[in-house]
């Protein structure tokens, strides 16, 4: 308890949109370089372990595709939409401070956490009624989200399950509303730390629903995304640590998307 991180990482994005034929763009393609900060605080709430996360992303890209027949290219850059997140641990290590934490952990290798979170994204990032690509969603995005986490010596287990709840954004492309049930997500992490601080992960996710509708008609995107990841990272001194990651993301169908990310990030700690 008592922890402050910031962080700073980049993140390169490419890949193909495929969009619904109402919104008359085809082989789109994209390029996309984000920058992000983040504040994590690690706090005792009602006796549990508890922690609140702040994230400003920016980003600078190109999108070009057909659209109505016609070669098109756009450039975005500027703010996205921020996220404010809480999450607590409700069984697991007690809120311990320091060293009390790290003997906690040396004296159970093996032991179970249950967490909870909530996500909210902020409808604050660039965004723009009469264009199609935007950085900003112009909605708010709810994120309640639930996880359990197995170690056992230098292994960890994770499976977390969430559900994005969205407003509508009446005040979407050609002066129409959008309107998206609610997308469910479920991904499964495997860890293994080593000698010096370092460590790496395999993840995988899955998420379905999230149907939209553009002015009550429903668009014929996919309703299920596969996600992959490889991560590595090092702690580089007591206080500071880098993260290198790799990210794939596919809908595998006529309507939906493909990209590939490439993510570095750095952060710092200190305590109280």
Known sequence: MGLNIVGAGLVSTEGDIFF?????????K??????????????????KASRVDFRVPYTMGRWEGILNGADVSTRRHGFNDPRVRFSMILMGAPPFKGKEFVEYVRSHPVRTSLGVGLSVTLPLGEYYPDRLINLGGNRYVVRPQMGVLHQHGPWQFEVTGLVSLYTDNSDFFGGTTLEQKPLWFVEGHVIRQFSRGMWGSISGGYSFGGTSHIDGVKTKGDDATRYYAISFGMSVSQQQSVKIAWV???????????????????????AD
């Open 30 to 47: 994209f390029e996309a370089y984000t920058a992000a900060t983040s504040y994590i605080r690690t706090f005792e709430l009602f006796g």
């Open 248 to 270: 794939n993301s596919d809908t595998n169908v006529v309507i939906g998307s493909r990209n590939n990310s490439l993510i570095l990030s750095w952060s710092m700690n200190w």
């Open 20 to 28: 619904d034929p109402v919104l008359r763009l085809s082989d789109a």
